[in-house]
């Protein structure tokens, strides 16, 4: 079964620091990863797909299939990144479709 | 244009009681979800939808209903609320295929 592992819950960090924020999955086929951020208060939106290979607000996630990670990362935290951050795997449903299967989210602060 | 908009944003309910929450959209999206998010488990899926007429259970299905009788609305039900279903409900849709997911505002409902 499909699984997706966000092993921090809080992550607080001083602004101008690296983030990276982790992520693993488990999943037997090909996966298509996504990182979805919730700022307060908002609804949920996409940041970045792995297969569109694109840095976000300075965001960037490699897939790494051998360690089946897809680490959120940012040189330089901004205090407009404290937020919600959820890893998410699309898979294929057995009646047809893909869904999103979530991970447990990690909550971002950065502090000045 | 709106995108996913959901009914009601807030909402207390007595043990008991039902309800239904709508979710509407006007992407001419195929699929429709519904997630429940609670503190530490991130967002698991309740139903899901991969055309109008058809509906599906997702992780977490037990005391809820759905119905997709047109292709821009999915609803949830509740039948019998029970305060484990004190909950953010967040409704979502995309496109078929691995792309990106769209998220209503989300519907906080407290069962008392």
């Known amino acids: 079964a499909q699984r997706v592992t966000q092993p921090e819950k809080l992550l607080s960090v001083f602004k101008g620091a690296p983030v990276e924020l982790k992520c693993n999955y488990s999943?037997?086929?090909?996966?298509?990863l996504f990182w979805y951020v919730q700022y307060s208060r908002q609804r949920l939106q996409l940041l970045l797909r792995?297969?569109s290979r694109e840095s976000i607000k300075g965001f960037t996630a490699d897939l790494n299939k051998g360690e089946t990670s897809f680490h959120l990362k940012k040189p330089f935290a901004q205090e407009e990144d404290s937020a919600m951050y959820y890893c998410?795997?699309?898979?294929?449903?057995?009646?047809?479709?893909?869904?999103?299967?979530f991970g447990t989210g990690t909550q971002l602060k950065v502090e000045l | 244009n709106a995108g996913v908009t959901q009914t009601p944003k807030f909402r207390v309910l007595k043990t008991g009681q039902s309800m239904t929450l709508l979710c509407a959209q006007d992407?001419?999206?195929?699929?429709m979800y519904w997630y429940r998010q609670d503190p530490g488990m991130g967002l698991r899926l309740i139903h899901y939808?991969?055309?109008?007429?058809?509906?599906a259970k997702g992780e977490v299905p037990d005391g809820y209903n759905v119905s997709r009788l047109k292709k821009q609305n999915f609803l949830l039900g509740l039948e019998s609320a029970a305060p484990s279903q004190t909950s953010v409900y967040f409704c979502?849709?995309?496109?078929?295929?691995?792309?990106?997911?769209?998220f209503g505002q989300g519907t906080r409902l407290t069962v008392v």
């Open positions: 979502a849709s995309r496109y078929t295929g691995a792309t990106e997911a769209f």
């Open positions: 999943y037997s086929g090909s996966p298509e």
């Open positions: 792995h297969i």
């Open positions: 998410a795997l699309s898979n294929i449903l057995t009646g047809g479709g893909n869904k999103l299967t």
């Open positions: 992407m001419n999206h195929e699929y």
């Open positions: 939808s991969v055309g109008e007429g058809t509906t």
